[in-house]
């Protein structure tokens, strides 16, 4: 089974502080997701990696930036935290390659993050 | 513009019944299709899928899903839900590239 796992489940930072969110899968996928959760506008697209030290801007990724050193694992940085970063955040991993459920996200268990 | 829409916040049902959760998608071509499912506190789980072929596809736990290309629809059905089932669903869509867009979910409630 495909495991991704996260790092922490519930992480509480004071405004300003930098925060790490990692998060690691262990089925060689090429593709990794950074995702925030929020009530009533369902998960939006922080960052995205297709590849080692690649990635590519989602939706929202204003006041985060992300780093992919290894294959495996890729972090979530949140530069200088603020109120309205508090949320959950969701990673996922999928493979690009053909006949390997093409493009099938899966999910770690999130991290609730509080910043206040 | 490529758009996903799930209509339903909100669902209550009685357990026993039958279920019906739909999404419509915006796209010049057939997308790839998913239904996820998070329980409270959870990560996403995924419980079914559609690529090509059959538009009826079945999943996990019960569920089926129809693949409608004429309404842009993909909707989720379950005849008779479980307690078990109160979740929240989200529907999510791949148009062509590395990503998936997810619709705003549904929340369902199942009443004794």
């Known amino acids: 089974d495909v495991k991704v796992t996260q790092s922490s489940r519930y992480l509480v930072k004071r405004t300003g502080e930098k925060v790490f969110l990692e998060c690691v899968q262990d089925?060689?996928?090429?593709?990794m997701f950074w995702y925030r959760q929020d009530p009533g506008l369902g998960l939006r697209l922080i960052y995205f990696?297709?590849?080692?030290?690649?990635?590519e801007k989602g939706d929202i990724p204003e006041g985060y930036s992300v780093s992919r050193e290894k294959k495996e694992r890729f972090s979530l940085i949140l530069e200088s935290a603020s109120t309205n970063q508090t949320s959950m955040y969701l990673c996922?991993?999928?493979?690009?390659?053909?006949?390997?459920?093409?493009?099938?996200?899966?999910f770690g268990p999130g991290t609730r993050l509080t910043v206040t | 513009a490529q758009s996903v829409t799930q209509p339903d916040i909100h669902i209550t049902v009685s357990e026993g019944a039958s279920l019906e959760l739909r999404c419509n998608y915006s796209?010049?071509?057939?997308?790839?299709l998913f239904w996820y499912v998070q329980s409270p506190g959870q990560g996403l789980q995924l419980l079914l899928k559609?690529?090509?072929?059959?538009?009826l596809v079945q999943g996990i736990k019960g569920f089926e899903a129809e693949f409608k290309r004429s309404q842009s629809s993909f909707n989720l059905r379950k005849p008779s839900v479980h307690w078990s089932d109160a979740a929240e669903y989200f529907c999510?869509?791949?148009?062509?590239?590395?990503?998936?867009?997810f619709g705003t979910g549904t929340r369902l409630t199942i009443i004794p």
């Open positions: 089925m060689d996928h090429e593709n």
């Open positions: 999510a869509v791949n148009f062509g590239n590395e990503k998936l867009t």
């Open positions: 990696s297709y590849d080692v030290k690649m990635k």
């Open positions: 559609y690529f090509s072929g059959d538009t």
């Open positions: 996922a991993s999928s493979s690009s390659r053909q006949g390997v459920a093409l493009y099938e996200q899966y």
């Open positions: 796209y010049g071509a057939t997308p790839y």
